[in-house]
């Protein structure tokens, strides 16, 4: 028997959640290319990036939340949610309650919004508890292990508890170990991965140090910059806010590199593909920040 987290609210917030922070998003580097260059520009940049990471963390709920499910044999029950999940074999399973009657998770720690819980909590006299659950407590299952809890919340409890006693009575029909998988193996490749993290965060550090030149540079300069020549003599002048844009476009890019170089990495599983699209970003914020230092007055 297999099935799918109950169907509430999460999914809806989640995507809420993203547009939410994509907009705010495009409103701060609107603000900054529109307004004036200050201080207060860096800051919404740092906000802009703190936007992505966030975003980042949601999208990757819903990934998981997608493919989540929990199913139930005679041998085992097992929670897969993304590249994370629970193998529990029966014969380890002390009891299945309702959530309710447990009392409250407390201590959470993890990703939550209305409607999407995972991470790990306590529960009151029975210890620590991994979470992976879509709905409130009056429809969540606790499964009790001689090693810890683990609560859950199947689109139908009430079916779960009638199958998890008729495969119990049926009796394992082969040996299972427990298995607890807290990260997906393309994550712990990543995490390992540090020709990635570095073009991530250089290409994230060297945009921020594009914005601060800009700022720095921008009472430096007269009303009419030169932004291109043509055999050595200005051929298109602009204001020193025009290279904000030039900004904003590198902030784009290492954005959008990012997140596509993310799937190439998690979904196709080609790190190279990946690594080149991060490189790019990384080029770009370079080529953008020779082309801002040598804007003469």
Not at 82 to 87: M, P
Not at 206 to 213: D, G, I, K, P, Y
Not at 264 to 279: E, P, S
């Amino acid at each position: 028997m297999e099935q799918k987290p109950y169907a509430g609210s999460g999914l809806v917030f989640g995507l809420g959640i993203v547009v939410a922070l994509t907009l705010l998003s495009i409103g701060l580097v609107v603000l900054a290319i529109t307004e004036p260059i200050s201080l207060l520009t860096i800051v919404r940049v740092l906000l802009v990036l703190a936007n992505v990471l966030v975003t980042g963390m949601v999208l990757y709920g819903l990934t998981c939340l997608s493919s989540a499910r929990y199913a139930l044999d005679r041998n085992a029950v097992t929670i897969r949610w993304g590249g994370s999940g629970e193998v529990i074999p029966l014969t380890n399973v002390q009891a299945v309650s309702r959530a309710r009657e447990q009392g409250p998770i407390t201590h959470f720690r993890g990703l939550r919004w209305p409607g999407y819980h995972v991470g790990r909590g306590k529960i009151a006299g029975m210890g620590n508890v991994q979470v992976y659950c879509t709905a409130p407590a009056e429809r969540q299952l606790v499964i009790t292990t001689s090693s810890g809890s683990f609560a859950i919340s199947p689109e139908n409890p009430d079916r779960f508890l009638d199958q998890f006693a008729a495969q119990r009575e049926l009796g394992p029909s082969q040996s299972v170990e427990q298995i607890s998988v807290r990260v997906s193996v393309a994550a712990r490749d990543l995490v390992r991965d540090r020709v990635g993290l570095a073009l991530l965060a250089v290409g994230g550090l060297l945009n921020l140090a594009l914005f601060s030149l800009v700022v720095v540079r921008h009472d430096q300069l007269p009303r009419a910059v030169p932004l291109r020549y043509s055999g050595g003599l200005p051929e298109r002048y602009g204001s020193p806010a025009d290279l904000l844009a030039l900004a904003a476009v590198g902030l784009v890019a290492w954005i959008v590199d990012g997140l596509l170089g993310g799937i190439i990495y998690f979904r196709v599983r080609d790190r190279i593909a990946a690594h080149l699209l991060w490189g790019a970003a990384v080029g770009l914020q370079l080529l953008l920040l020779t082309a801002v230092a040598n804007v003469r007055p």
